[in-house]
């Protein structure tokens, strides 16, 4: 049977990246996402969020700290990892956690990359329905 470890997620950073490097000079980074679950509770429609770490390595993780920010929407594609270790204090530890290999910049809610509104068409100008073949 295969098997197939995969995680696709949509979200916002809830604090600035962190960015480390290994013995070897590795450049690590840390982000923590934020993703929304609509539940529905009585007549309303409530947020659940979902708080996952993600972790960034090479080039990606250094573009990371540089560029994002808390609060900023970016779509991470990666792997789920479980890990266990023991703290200072002897207790036991463990977490999932989520190995990006793709993180997607995305642009902040209500404007698109260029800095303007989404789907702004200025007065006199028209959508071109052809088909463009």
């Not at 947020?47 to 990606?60: A, E, H, L, N």
């Amino acid at each position: 049977m295969a098997n197939l470890n995969q995680v696709i997620l949509l979200g916002n950073l809830t604090r600035d990246p962190e960015v480390r490097y290994t013995p070897s000079g590795t450049p690590v980074a840390r982000l923590g996402l934020a993703v929304n679950n609509r539940v529905k509770q009585g007549d309303d429609w409530k947020d659940d969020p979902c708080f996952i770490d993600v972790t960034v390595f090479g080039k990606q993780a250094e573009s990371c700290g540089e560029y994002l920010s808390k609060g900023q929407p970016v779509l991470v594609e990666g792997r789920l990892q479980y890990r266990t270790w023991e703290s200072q204090d002897g207790q036991k530890r463990s977490k999932h956690e989520v190995i990006a290999f793709r993180v997607q910049f995305l642009p902040k809610a209500g404007r698109t990359a260029d800095g303007g509104l989404p789907g702004d068409i200025g007065e006199g100008e028209s959508m071109d329905d052809d088909v463009p073949f």
